[in-house]
């Protein structure tokens, strides 16, 4: 995983990765949440891969917009 930038310096996002149709997220809470096209919808999951790469905005995002639509 590549670590989270965290360039507004208040996320809990401290990882990430990602694939052609899904983001894998890992919190400092614990284990890592995977967001897929199938669960959290395919323009959802290619803004947080955006704001997982740009380092700001990916936490806030997760809460706002697709907090329980990980893969389960």
């Known amino acids: 995983m590549e670590r989270y930038?965290?360039?507004g310096n208040d996320s809990n996002v401290v990882a990430y990765e990602f694939g052609p149709d899904w983001?894998?997220?890992?919190f400092?809470?614990?284990s890592p949440y995977t967001y897929s096209h199938g669960s959290a919808g395919a323009a959802n999951v290619e803004h947080m891969k955006q704001l997982a790469s740009a380092g700001?905005?990916?936490?806030?995002f997760i809460n706002r917009?697709?907090?329980n639509l990980y893969v389960r």
């Open 23 to 26: 983001i894998r997220v890992q």
């Open 5 to 7: 930038a965290n360039l």
């Open 28 to 30: 400092s809470s614990g």
């Open 56 to 60: 700001r905005g990916l936490n806030s």
């Open 65 to 67: 917009c697709v907090r």
